[in-house]
Structure formats: structure tokens, C-alpha cells
């Protein structure tokens, strides 16, 4: 008989301990406190890298444990990649049309 902490892959049924899920909330918490201490110093042009930084990382973690991709299948990991493929694709086009926007219009 299986215990609550031991995986199946044949089955399909992957169990996490809860130990787990507390330790990731914890660490997202931890990190929402960080977020808000980063937002009250002022590092210049450095608060938008520290804010997404730690936002990278808060969304690391929960697809990876919250949404279990880290027991998921290769394709899931595909899937989940061309996802943020395509969100740093949006991202890059978006800060392209914005950093080009001061030769269009003067005085920006």
C-alpha cells in the first residue's frame, strides 16, 4: 500500500507532502515582505530589476509547486516554457515600441 509521501508515475498520481506547500507559501510571503521593503528604498534605476526580479521568482514558484510542473510531464514543461517564451517576447516588443518612442516624439 502506498503512504502519502511515496510517488507513482505509473499511475500518474504524484502526492506532495504538505511541509512542501507550506514551506513554498512561507517562502512567498517572505518575499512579498521583500517586495514591499524594496518598494520603500530608493535604488534609482535599479527598483524596476529588484521588483522583477523577486516577481520572477514569486512566479517561479508557484508554477512550479502550485501548478505542479515540476512532476509534470515533458510536455507540460514545453508547454509551460513556450509560455514564457512568448511572455518575454511581448515584453521585448513592448520596451522596443517604448524605448524608440523619444526619436518619434521629441521632448519625451
Known sequence: MKTKT????????HVVPRK????????LMVLLVLTYAVAQVDLGPF???????????KAILVVLFFMEVRWSSRLTWLIAGAGLLWLILLIGGTL????????????M
Open 20 to 27: 512542501v506547500y507550506f514551506a513554498i507559501a512561507a517562502a
Open 47 to 57: 527598483n524596476i530589476v529588484a521588483a522583477m526580479a523577486i516577481a520572477f521568482t
Open 6 to 13: 511515496t510517488e507513482s508515475h505509473a499511475d500518474g498520481i
Open 96 to 107: 522596443d515600441d517604448f524605448m524608440t518612442r523619444s526619436h518619434i516624439l521629441p521632448g
